[in-house]
């Protein structure tokens, strides 16, 4: 029962570099998205993807890509590593309900980043 | 835009005490509601889901409710137990507006049940 599973759990970038975090889920869900929370913020969505081939982008996009090639993987791009990205980021997944909406959110472990 | 918040921002009571928390939100064009728990440095999980069509959903010592109209879901937790400390959040599924099919996160309330 894996459920949805972020890697790394916690990683240092210095400033300038780039890195993926990956996240895959088992559960055969249509919907994925990608959250940043900071401190006191609250969660953000920074890109989501309805299916494979299909991603577009959240409330905070920008510094991120994202790619969506099987309906399992979700990973998120970080080019160009700056301090404003450092966050804890979360992936979830969710099945399309019958009227073709969202169903219930299950998230990841999450993902600890500092850029330094 | 959707705005969502949670009151109150922190809370400790006593264990064994029954306890609310509320989550109002700006647009009632939503899909559904659901809560979640937050433990430190974990992800959250989910604890409840109310269609928009729903009024309440009830699970063990957990009963959220929700009415649409007014903006407003509580959630209702029975006998508080210590290993119910963690952080509640509440986020709406919304179905109208620029927010179309995303979800909208409350900021959460913080929960300490002390024995």
């Known amino acids: 029962n894996a459920g949805v599973t972020q890697t790394p759990k916690f990683r240092i970038l210095k400033i300038g570099q780039s890195m993926t975090l990956q996240c895959t889920q088992d559960?055969?869900?249509?919907?994925m998205y990608w959250y940043r929370q900071d401190p006191g913020m609250g969660l953000k969505l920074i890109y989501y993807?309805?299916?494979?081939?299909?991603?577009d982008k959240g409330e905070v996009p920008n510094g991120y890509n994202v790619s969506r090639s099987t309906t399992e993987d979700f990973p998120l791009r970080l080019e160009l590593a700056a301090p404003s990205q450092t966050s804890v980021y979360f992936c979830?997944?969710?099945?399309?309900?019958?009227?073709?909406?969202?169903?219930?959110?299950?998230f990841g472990e999450g993902s600890r980043l500092t850029v330094l | 835009k959707q705005e969502v918040t949670q009151i109150p921002a922190a809370l400790s009571v006593p264990e064994g005490e029954n306890l609310v928390l509320n989550c109002s939100f700006t647009?009632?064009?939503?899909?559904?509601l659901q809560w979640f728990r937050q433990d430190p440095g974990k992800g959250l999980t989910s604890l409840l889901l109310i269609q928009s069509s729903q009024r309440e959903q009830t699970s063990g010592r957990l009963n959220a409710s929700l009415d649409k109209s007014s903006g407003r879901s509580t959630l209702y937790i029975a006998a508080s137990q210590p290993g119910d400390s963690a952080t509640y959040l509440c986020?709406?599924?919304?179905?109208?507006?620029?927010?179309?099919?995303?979800?909208?996160f409350g900021q959460g309330t913080i929960l300490t049940v002390h024995p």
């Open positions: 993807s309805v299916g494979a081939g299909i991603t």
């Open positions: 559960m055969n869900h249509n919907y």
């Open positions: 647009d009632s064009a939503i899909y559904n």
């Open positions: 986020a709406v599924l919304n179905a109208g507006g620029t927010s179309y099919g995303k979800l909208t």
């Open positions: 979830a997944s969710s099945p399309k309900t019958s009227g073709g909406a969202p169903g219930e959110l299950f």
